[in-house]
Nanobody, 120 residues
Framework: VQLQASGGGLVQAGGSLRLSCAASGRAFSNYNMGWFRQAPGRGRELVARISWSGGSTYYSDSVKGRFTISRDNAKNTVYLQMNSLKPEDTAVYYC??????????????WGQGTQVTVSS
């Protein structure tokens, strides 16, 4: 099982990025997926999750209305569209399989994250 996040970068405040997380080695469509982030000196935070079918989503208050999570099960990929970015969104972003409705990761398989840096 491998998870590979990509799409991060440096963007000015107010800008947008689209993150992708490609999964391999598992029945991706069976799993609820989540995006997490970890800023320097802080714990890992769940920012969004999506059910296995894509029919249900959840967002943390800090990103609600600005971020959109989606998935393409045919491509084994989950996405995070991030709009109206703020400097406080700066973090390393990871994807993981999660339980529902708690959003807790189901294992310790985080894969390689992608760095998002938002300049003011």
């Amino acid at each position: 099982v491998q998870l590979q996040a990509s799409g991060g970068g440096l963007v000015q405040a107010g800008g947008s990025l689209r993150l992708s997380c490609a999964a391999s080695g598992r029945a991706f469509s069976n799993y609820n997926m989540g995006w997490f982030r970890q800023a320097p000196g802080r714990g890992r935070e769940l920012v969004a999750r999506i059910s296995w079918s894509g029919g249900s989503t959840y967002y943390s208050d800090s990103v609600k209305g600005r971020f959109t999570i989606s998935r393409d099960n045919a491509k084994n990929t989950v996405y995070l569209q991030m709009n109206s970015l703020k400097p406080e969104d700066t973090a390393v972003y990871y994807c993981a399989a999660v339980s529902w409705p708690t959003g807790a990761p189901i294992d310790n398989n985080w894969g390689q994250g992608t760095q998002v840096t938002v300049s003011s």
